[in-house]
T-cell receptor, first 114, second 113 residues
Framework: AQSVTQPDIHITVSEGASLELRCNYS??????LFWYVQSPGQGLQLLLK??????LVQGIKGFEAEFKRSQSSFNLRKPSVHWSDAAEYFC????????????FGTGTKLQVIP | KAGVTQTPRYLIKTRGQQVTLSCSPI?????VSWYQQTPGQGLQFLFE???????NKGNFPGRFSGRQFSNSRSEMNVSTLELGDSALYLC????????????FGSGTQLSVL
């Protein structure tokens, strides 16, 4: 069975600073990989996804993520954080052919300070 | 295009009661998934329906059940509520392919007293 680890529960960054959120997965092959964001009291919104091809993927709101097969990682990055980026971020995996059974990480809560 | 609609937004129940939550997917989407979100356990997959058939099921007791109607709307039922069932229940819809993204509703916040 696949699993996802997000080692950082909380991260605090200053507005304008760069951001990297870590995600490691466990699966026999390369799964489909996703990053979602959840604002307080809301559902989740997709930031970006990877399932093949270029290992650096661009998403919405200026986010990008890099897939590294050797490290089983899919870290999310943003060069300059805005106050509106404060939210909870979830890494997720789906087994190819696994329909829509999505396994989520435990999430990283991002706080942005002025 | 209207988004995923979940009703009700908030529910308060007592132990032993049962509850039914509703989810209307985005028009044209045939897959509906349900997730339970709690501070301690995070997002846990409950089940997924596609064209009225349950395709996937998570590790929840049989008190948790669901169904999907011919118009793709879905309901989730929890019987004999326990305090630990207090959670945000999220519904998501998609085309049903594994590589496709999920569109989430805002959830139903269930409190069991």
């Amino acid at each position: 069975a696949q699993s996802v680890t997000q080692p950082d529960i909380h991260i605090t960054v200053s507005e304008g600073a760069s951001l990297e959120l870590r995600c490691n997965y466990s699966y026999g092959a390369t799964p489909y990989l996703f990053w979602y964001v959840q604002s307080p009291g809301q559902g989740l919104q997709l930031l970006l996804k990877y399932f093949s091809g270029d290992t650096l993927v661009q998403g919405i709101k200026g986010f990008e993520a890099e897939f590294k097969r050797s490290q089983s990682s899919f870290n999310l990055r943003k060069p300059s954080v805005h106050w509106s980026d404060a939210a909870e971020y979830f890494c997720a995996v789906v087994a190819p052919g696994g329909y829509q059974k999505v396994t989520f990480g435990t999430g990283t809560k991002l706080q942005v300070i002025p | 295009k209207a988004g995923v609609t979940q009703t009700p937004r908030y529910l308060i129940k007592t132990r032993g009661q049962q509850v039914t939550l509703s989810c209307s997917p985005i028009s044209g989407h045939r897959s509906v998934s349900w997730y339970q979100q709690t501070p301690g356990q995070g997002l846990q997959f409950l089940f997924e329906y596609f064209s009225e058939t349950q395709r996937n099921k998570g590790n929840f007791p049989g008190r948790f059940s669901g169904r999907q109607f011919s118009n793709s709307r879905s309901e989730m039922n929890v019987s004999t509520l326990e305090l630990g069932d207090s959670a945000l229940y999220l519904c998501a819809s998609s085309s049903g392919q594994a590589e496709e993204k999920l569109f989430f509703g805002s959830g139903t916040q269930l409190s069991v007293l």
